[in-house]
């Protein structure tokens, strides 16, 4: 099925690990964003990519970094893990200049320990 | 910078009962209002608005959009427990539609 897949949906690191987050979408959409959402908080904006080649920071993106591989592709990277990052993150994608919305990846669960 | 703010934060009702959801936005350059349902995993899509007073409606949910007042309302009759969920409010800002999104309303709809 057509969608946003996000890898892993589990993880457990250890203060000071690093790691990065998989996300791959295939309906040729030219926007990314990585979200995460913490409990009361709703969903905040860590980094996006409006089209391929470019990234920008979101509301919250100190500790992250991104790399939008290609069209399909954009990860989100951990250098230094910290307790504080432990939360859900999602992946979006969009159709630039679009108002339908995004379609959300089903999101992974870090624990930073 | 944008922001959505919703209200109340969480809710606690019998099934059965009709409840009102509240959202209220700044943003420059308005474009849309976006509702969003969120379960276990991740948002999905239920209403987008862009017109003041158009009431948008699926199901036993209902939605509308007050661009004088800067806010929106989700309305769910009826409710059932397969209702509960946070209840995430979103505008698109900017040049590049990312989305800001309010705080969220849990609803727990008990039996």
């Known amino acids: 099925n057509a969608g946003v897949t996000q890898t892993p949906k589990f993880q457990v690191l250890k203060t000071g690990q690093s790691m990065t987050l998989q996300c791959a979408q295939d309906?040729?959409?030219?926007?990314m964003y990585w979200y995460r959402q913490d409990p009361g908080m709703g969903l905040r904006l860590i980094y996006y990519?409006?089209?391929?080649?470019?990234?920008d920071k979101g509301e919250v993106p100190n500790g992250y970094n991104v790399s939008r591989l290609n069209k399909r592709e954009f990860s989100l990277r951990l250098e230094s893990a910290a307790p504080s990052q432990t939360s859900v993150y999602f992946c979006?994608?969009?159709?630039?200049?679009?108002?339908?919305?995004?379609?959300f990846g089903s999101g992974t669960r870090l624990t930073v320990v | 910078e944008d922001k959505v703010v919703q209200s109340p934060l969480s809710l606690v009702v019998h099934e059965g009962d009709t409840v009102t959801l509240n959202c209220s936005y700044e943003?420059?350059?308005?474009?849309?209002l976006l509702w969003y349902k969120q379960e276990k995993k991740a948002p999905t899509f239920l209403f987008m608005l862009?017109?003041?007073?158009i009431e948008k409606k699926s199901g036993r949910l209902s939605s509308i959009l007050d661009k004088k007042e800067l806010s929106s309302i989700l309305n769910i009759t009826a409710t059932q427990t397969g209702d509960s969920a946070i209840y995430l409010c979103?505008?698109?800002?900017?040049?590049?539609?990312?989305?800001?999104f309010g705080k969220g309303t849990l609803l727990t709809v008990n039996p």
């Open positions: 943003v420059t350059n308005f474009r849309s």
């Open positions: 990519s409006a089209s391929e080649g470019t990234t």
């Open positions: 979103a505008v698109p800002g900017g040049s590049n539609y990312k989305l800001t």
């Open positions: 979006a994608s969009s159709a630039l200049f679009t108002n339908y919305g995004y379609t």
């Open positions: 862009t017109s003041s007073g």
């Open positions: 309906m040729n959409h030219n926007s």
